[in-house]
């Protein structure tokens, strides 16, 4: 898969593939999307296509800005708040689609649209550059875990596919946790994701806030949260004080452990360090070697909330 630095002229080449109706791969400050333009349905039906993404998960738009984002949602109180406070940045909001937005009809299946103003420079000169909404998810297969470097897109799209054009490369994306997803519809906000950005943060904003509920599977409201997700191959031991024989083993704070099968997410116990590990450091120790991922604990507050949610995630097939 080709690999290009983010140069001006790469840049206006992607947004000329994405004209197209081709894919391109780009950085964001939480993980890499896989991108297509949002009025095209074979770009949008190839992203569901490349990833193997169930067809009744829904896609991001990313919007350039919060004036281009009112061209594809209604705006009540609670998003505008949330928009002023963290655009440009990992927040998406999912509010009202409006009827005439500028949306292929598969985008347009559920009547709300989920919204974000990525903060990365490249994705924001590639949005500026094309001037349109660009659909994407993570670029990863569907349930895998998300990339955080442009080799792991690399990785997730091994052969020459043919509707992805290439990569754009931002180096190690910042954040390394996807965005916080916040619903703002009639029945209050909610966080639907829980992300790189904390639910304290966001409740200093909106005093009303409610947390995540455990979603009910009868009517899903982020689709993907229902899912065995963000998995590595090998099963994944959640809360594990050492390593087992043959296990691999991803540590958190001071430790002992040295050698090929462990990888420390942050030796002075950072949680934000950590999440920005998190990714790559499970792709390292995801080798058929060892038996298992051994993760250490991992604190539950601030952006501890959304790492151990996509542990969870991760862990969840081997619980069964
Ligand atoms: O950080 C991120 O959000 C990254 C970067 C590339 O922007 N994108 C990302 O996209 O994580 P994806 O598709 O892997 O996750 C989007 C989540 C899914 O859980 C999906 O179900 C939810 O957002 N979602 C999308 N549209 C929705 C909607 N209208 N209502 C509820 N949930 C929605
Ligand atoms: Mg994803």
């Given at each position: 898969m080709?690999?290009?630095?983010?140069?001006?002229?790469?840049i206006?080449?992607?947004?000329?593939?994405?004209?197209?109706?081709?894919?391109?791969?780009?950085?964001?400050?939480?993980?890499?999307?896989?991108?297509?333009?949002?009025?095209?349905?074979?770009?949008?039906?190839?992203?569901?296509?490349?990833?193997g993404?169930?067809?009744?998960?829904?896609?991001?738009?990313?919007?350039?800005?919060?004036?281009?984002?009112?061209?594809?949602?209604?705006?009540?109180?609670?998003?505008?708040?949330?928009?002023?406070?963290?655009?440009?940045?990992?927040?998406?909001?999912?509010?009202?689609?409006?009827?005439?937005?500028?949306?292929?009809?598969?985008?347009?299946?559920?009547?709300?649209?989920?919204?974000?103003?990525?903060?990365?420079?490249?994705?924001?000169?590639?949005?500026?550059?094309?001037?349109?909404?660009?659909?994407?998810?993570?670029?990863?297969?569907s349930?895998?875990?998300?990339?955080?470097?442009?080799?792991?897109v690399?990785?997730?799209?091994?052969?020459?596919?043919?509707?992805?054009?290439?990569?754009?490369?931002?180096?190690?994306?910042?954040?390394?946790?996807?965005?916080?997803?916040?619903?703002?519809?009639?029945?209050?906000?909610?966080?639907?994701?829980?992300?790189?950005?904390?639910?304290?943060?966001?409740?200093?904003?909106?005093?009303?806030?409610?947390?995540?509920?455990?979603?009910?599977?009868?009517?899903?409201?982020a689709?993907g949260?229902?899912?065995?997700?963000?998995?590595?191959?090998?099963?994944?031991?959640?809360?594990?004080?050492?390593?087992?024989?043959?296990?691999?083993?991803?540590?958190?704070?001071?430790?002992?452990?040295?050698?090929?099968?462990?990888?420390?997410?942050?030796?002075?116990?950072?949680?934000?360090?950590?999440?920005?590990?998190?990714?790559?450091?499970?792709?390292?120790?995801?080798?058929?070697?060892?038996?298992?991922?051994?993760?250490?604990?991992?604190?539950?507050?601030?952006?501890?909330?959304a790492?151990?949610?996509?542990?969870?995630?991760?862990?969840?097939?081997?619980?069964?």
């Amino acid at each position: 898969m080709l690999i290009l630095p983010p140069t001006p002229e790469h840049i206006a080449r992607a947004a000329e593939t994405l004209a197209e109706g081709r894919l391109v791969a780009f950085p964001t400050e939480t993980v890499y999307g896989l991108g297509g333009d949002a009025r095209n349905e074979d770009a949008v039906c190839a992203i569901y296509a490349a990833k193997g993404r169930p067809a009744h998960n829904p896609l991001i738009v990313h919007v350039a800005n919060g004036d281009m984002a009112r061209y594809y949602g209604s705006f009540n109180r609670d998003a505008q708040i949330l928009a002023a406070a963290f655009w440009p940045g990992p927040l998406t909001l999912v509010i009202p689609r409006r009827t005439d937005a500028p949306l292929t009809k598969t985008l347009c299946r559920l009547d709300t649209i989920a919204l974000r103003v990525p903060a990365h420079p490249v994705a924001a000169a590639l949005l500026a550059n094309f001037g349109q909404g660009i659909a994407a998810p993570s670029a990863n297969r569907s349930g895998r875990i998300s990339p955080t470097k442009a080799a792991h897109v690399g990785e997730e799209f091994t052969e020459n596919h043919p509707a992805l054009a290439f990569i754009l490369d931002g180096g190690a994306c910042e954040r390394g946790i996807e965005s916080t997803v916040v619903a703002c519809l009639g029945d209050g906000p909610r966080i639907l994701r829980p992300g790189s950005i904390t639910a304290d943060a966001i409740g200093k904003h909106l005093p009303h806030l409610c947390e995540a509920a455990t979603p009910d599977p009868a009517s899903p409201l982020a689709p993907g949260q229902l899912e065995s997700h963000y998995a590595p191959r090998l099963p994944v031991r959640l809360n594990a004080a050492a390593p087992r024989p043959g296990e691999a083993f991803l540590a958190f704070g001071p430790t002992d452990a040295h050698g090929p099968q462990m990888r420390n997410l942050s030796e002075q116990g950072n949680p934000e360090e950590a999440a920005a590990h998190l990714y790559d450091m499970l792709r390292i120790l995801d080798t058929p070697e060892y038996s298992a991922i051994a993760v250490m604990p991992i604190p539950t507050d601030g952006i501890g909330a959304a790492i151990n949610d996509r542990l969870r995630r991760a862990a969840a097939l081997c619980e069964e």
